[in-house]
Nanobody, 124 residues
C-alpha cells in the first residue's frame, strides 16, 4: 500500500497563492499516476488535476485551468499543486490520490490510495 502525505494548506486571502505537496512512500508500484481532488463542505469530492508517470499529461478541471499547475518531482515520489489567483470558492479539503498505470483519470473511484487531506481556506 502507498502512503500519501499532503502538506502546504492554510489560510490565504483571495488572489493569493499556495503550494501543496504530496509525498508518496511505502510499497509504490510503478508506473503510477497522481492526482489532486478537493471536497468543500456539503459537496461531493471533485477532480482538480492529475499528472501521469512521464509528466506529459496534466488534465485540469475547468474551474482551475490557468490558475493551478500540477508538477511532479524527478524522483516521481512527490507531486505539487501550485495554486495562484485563489478564490473563496477554492476553499476545500484537498486530497492527494494515486493509481497504478500510465494514464490519468478524473474519476475518484479509479484511485486506490488517498492521503488524509489538507485544508485550504480562501478568505474574501
Amino acid at each position: 500500500q502507498v502512503q500519501l502525505v499532503e502538506s502546504g494548506g492554510g489560510l490565504v486571502q483571495a488572489g493569493g497563492s499556495l503550494r501543496l505537496s504530496c509525498a508518496a512512500s511505502g510499497r509504490t508500484f510503478t508506473p503510477y499516476t497522481m492526482a489532486w481532488f478537493r471536497q468543500a463542505p456539503g459537496k461531493e469530492r471533485e477532480f482538480v488535476a492529475a499528472i501521469n508517470w512521464r509528466g506529459d499529461s496534466t488534465p485540469y478541471a475547468g474551474s482551475v485551468k490557468g490558475r493551478f499547475s500540477i508538477s511532479r518531482k524527478d524522483t516521481k515520489d512527490t507531486v505539487y499543486l501550485q495554486m495562484n489567483g485563489l478564490k473563496p470558492e477554492d476553499t476545500a479539503v484537498y486530497y492527494c490520490a494515486a493509481r497504478g498505470g500510465w494514464t490519468t483519470s478524473a474519476q475518484s473511484t479509479n484511485y486506490s490510495d488517498w492521503g488524509q487531506g489538507t485544508q485550504v481556506t480562501v478568505s474574501s
